[in-house]
């Protein structure tokens, strides 16, 4: 079971350097289903997995200039509170949070799913419009014309942090699935590079928040905990080299499938 455990941390590691998507949303699932862990300990136990891997990815994105540090510290302000939250939300149901769990846990996979779509959308948009700045310019993509400054908007910002945070905290999933596209529909310029290296920068103090509310009132296990960062730790400083290089076409339609099934089965839809 601990190789198997080991292997579920790469695959889950390297999805989220590759695509900021997929930790909570492929590992807690995957504790739950394959494993048969409870899904308290299961949320439990990944948080501090993301906890330990999420500064390898974002540091390859910090040295490579593709992070938005003013979109961090506003985001910040309204997740670190939230995601602390969401542990004690947990808490004051009791007996009864498993269950809920697994039924908040399917419907967060189902709603990550479709921000897959979303996300993929907005970027073909974005793509189509930039084709079409760079024909006015003459079809020279040297002279496009230049991306304008970043106007920050801090108050949807830090709300996109809040709701984003308090999911993380219920759940494990959306710290790379929500707020990426929540970004993408407030700030359509950034690149697919600065919106993964963005989230995965703020989702450190996020992650840290939730993993200590867990720590303090969750169900940690530590063979489980330390399995899977056997795997994820190289898993993400791959997937995060591969994600400042290349696209992800591949891996998304992947992702959306095991979402899309993850979630239905979670729900008892199939």
């Known amino acids: 079971m601990q190789l198997d455990l080991t292997l579920a941390g ?43 891997m999420k500064p390898v990815g974002a540091s390859v994105h910090m040295r490579r200039g593709t992070v938005r540090t003013q979109l961090v510290s506003w985001l910040m302000l309204g997740s670190v509170p939230a995601a602390f939250s969401g542990v004690l939300v947990l808490r004051a149901l009791g007996d009864d949070a498993g269950n809920r769990l697994k039924l908040w846990l399917g419907i ?5 799913a479709g921000c897959i779509v979303v996300k993929a959308r907005l970027q073909q948009l974005r793509r189509a419009e930039e084709r079409a700045l760079v024909g006015v310019g003459g079809g020279d993509l040297a002279e496009a014309p230049a991306r304008p400054p970043l106007i920050v908007r801090p108050l949807p910002t830090l709300a996109i942090g809040a709701v984003g945070g308090l999911v993380v905290g219920m759940t494990s999933v959306g710290s790379g699935s929500l707020i990426i596209v929540a970004l993408m529909l407030l700030y359509p310029r950034l690149t697919s590079a600065e919106l993964v290296g963005t989230d995965l920068v703020q989702a450190i103090p996020l992650v840290g928040s939730a993993a200590l509310g867990h720590l303090l009132f969750g169900q940690i296990k530590l063979d489980v905990t330390g399995s899977l960062l056997l795997g994820g730790i ?16 591949i891996v998304k339609p992947v992702l959306f499938v095991v979402l899309m099934a993850t979630g239905l089965k979670l729900v008892g839809a199939i």
Do not use: E, K, N, Q
């Open 108 to 112: 967060a996979l189902l709603v990550a």
């Open 234 to 249: 190289p898993g993400i400083w791959l997937g995060a080299h591969v994600s400042s290089r290349a696209p992800d076409r």
């Open 10 to 52: 790469f695959v889950g590691g390297f999805v989220v350097g590759l695509t900021g998507m997929g930790g909570g949303a492929l590992m807690t699932p995957m504790l739950v289903l394959l494993f048969h862990i409870d899904p308290l300990a299961a949320v439990s136990s990944d948080l501090v997995v993301s906890l330990v």
